[in-house]
C-alpha cells in the first residue's frame, strides 16, 4: 500500500517556468524524502526533511513540509529540460523510521 | 563500491521458473531494502536488513518470494515458481543511517515472466 499521494499526477512546463508538486500522506512521519527517477532509471535521492524541521533548501530545490496537514512540497526553480523526470514523495513512518513508503509519483515533463 | 550493483539488468523468466536477482550495496552501508516497482507506479516495499538480519519482510507478496543476506553485505531476492504478476522493476537500496541519509539506490532488475 502507498502512503503518498502525489499531485498533480503529470506536469508539463516551460524550460525557465518554476514547478511544484505536492505530496499528502496519512500517518505521523519521522521524516520524509524526494526522489527522482529518470525513464528506466533507479531513484535518486534528492532531499530529507525531518518532521521537526518546515523547509529546506538545496540548489533549485524547496522542500516544505506542514505536519498539521500532513503534507509536503516540492519546488524546483528554473526549471531545465534535464528535470524532465519522475519524482517521489517517500515517508518514514515515525514507528519505523528506517523503512520508507512511496507515494505513486509526479510525472514531470519540461517543455523547451 | 561507488555505487549500489544490481544484477542481471534484465531477466526473462518462463512462469513457473525460479529466478535470483543479487544486490551489491554501497561498502559499509548496513541497511539494505528491497522494493517492487510496477510500471507506472511508485516502489512498492518488499523486505529491509540490518545487516544480516532481515528486520522486517512485512512486503513480500507470497511465500514464493524469500530474501537473504548472509553475511551482511550482498544481498539475494528469490522468487520461485515465478508468475506473470511478479513482472516488475526489483530495486535494491542502502544506506548508512537511513533517517539521516535517505537510500541509494540501484537501477533495479527488470523481470519479465512469460
Known amino acids: 500500500s502507498q502512503q503518498g499521494e502525489e499531485d498533480p499526477q503529470a506536469l508539463s512546463i516551460q524550460e525557465g517556468e518554476n514547478a511544484t508538486m505536492n505530496c499528502s500522506y496519512k500517518?505521523?512521519?519521522?521524516?520524509l524524502q524526494w526522489y527522482r527517477q529518470n525513464s528506466g532509471r533507479g531513484l535518486v535521492h534528492l532531499i530529507l526533511?525531518?518532521?521537526?524541521?518546515r523547509e529546506k533548501h538545496s540548489g533549485r530545490l524547496r522542500v516544505t513540509l506542514d505536519t498539521s496537514k500532513k503534507s509536503s512540497s516540492l519546488l524546483i526553480t528554473a526549471s531545465r529540460a534535464a528535470d524532465t523526470a519522475s519524482y517521489f514523495c517517500?515517508?518514514?513512518?515515525?514507528?519505523?523510521?528506517?523503512?520508507?513508503?512511496f507515494g505513486s509519483g509526479t510525472r514531470l515533463s519540461i517543455r523547451p | 563500491g561507488a555505487g549500489v550493483s544490481q544484477s542481471p539488468r534484465y531477466k526473462v523468466a518462463k512462469r513457473g521458473q525460479d529466478v535470483a536477482l543479487r544486490c551489491d550495496p554501497i561498502?559499509?552501508?548496513?541497511?539494505l531494502f528491497w522494493y517492487q516497482q510496477a510500471l507506472g507506479q511508485g516502489p512498492e516495499f518488499l523486505t529491509y536488513?540490518?545487516?544480516?538480519?532481515?528486520?522486517?519482510k512485512s512486503g513480500l507478496p507470497s511465500d514464493r518470494f524469500f530474501a537473504e543476506r548472509p553475511e551482511g553485505s550482498v544481498s539475494t531476492l528469490k522468487i520461485q515458481r515465478t508468475q506473470q504478476e511478479d513482472s516488475a522493476v526489483y530495486l535494491c537500496?542502502?544506506?548508512?543511517?537511513?533517517?539521516?541519509?535517505?537510500?541509494?539506490f540501484g537501477s533495479g532488475t527488470r523481470l519479465t515472466v512469460v
Open positions: 561498502s559499509g552501508h548496513v541497511s
Open positions: 500517518t505521523s512521519i519521522n521524516n
Open positions: 526533511i525531518r518532521s521537526n524541521e
Open positions: 536488513f540490518q545487516n544480516e538480519a532481515q528486520l522486517d
Open positions: 537500496a542502502s544506506s548508512l543511517v537511513p533517517e539521516a541519509y535517505g537510500y541509494t
Open positions: 517517500a515517508t518514514a513512518p515515525y514507528s519505523s523510521a528506517s523503512k520508507i513508503i
